[in-house]
């Protein structure tokens, strides 16, 4: 059974951190791309940072570069997402998503990839205020 957990959302105040993990199971493919994504309320769903599990090679929306920060500990089959410098506009559900067989060359945070993503967990809330 293949699934995404996510955790760590809060509410923090403007300028706080928080890390998001995404534990994954059920996935026996050694190559896949894990990405973290945002929907906020009205707004249409963004890619956030993305990163390949057996490269590392990791990629970052312009609007969180230099203050987001995605890791993964493949023993632990977590994806983490480090979150710093906290702005109201980070307010979002915030979700994990495998793309288990690629995005064809598609880049990970496009939107022409997103179809690719074919496993995606449930959802964790962040608010920032």
């Known amino acids: 059974h293949v699934q995404l957990v996510e955790s760590g959302g809060d509410s923090v105040q403007a300028g706080g951190s928080l890390r998001l993990s995404c534990a994954y199971s059920g996935i026996t493919n050694n190559r896949n791309l894990m990405g973290w994504f945002r929907q906020a309320p009205g707004k249409e769903r963004e890619g956030v940072a993305s990163?390949?599990?057996?490269?590392?090679?990791?990629n970052y929306a312009d609007s969180v570069m230099g203050r987001f920060t995605i890791s993964q500990d493949n023993a632990k089959k977590t994806v983490y997402l480090q979150m710093t410098s906290l702005k109201a506009e980070d307010t979002a559900m915030y979700y994990c998503?495998?793309?288990?067989?690629?995005?064809?060359?598609?880049?990970?945070?496009?939107?022409?990839?997103?179809?690719?993503?074919?496993?995606w967990g449930q959802g964790t809330q962040v608010t920032v205020s």
């Open positions: 990163v390949y599990t057996d490269t590392g090679r990791t």
């Open positions: 998503a495998a793309a288990t067989g690629g995005t064809m060359g598609w880049a990970p945070l496009s939107l022409e990839a997103r179809s690719f993503y074919d496993i």
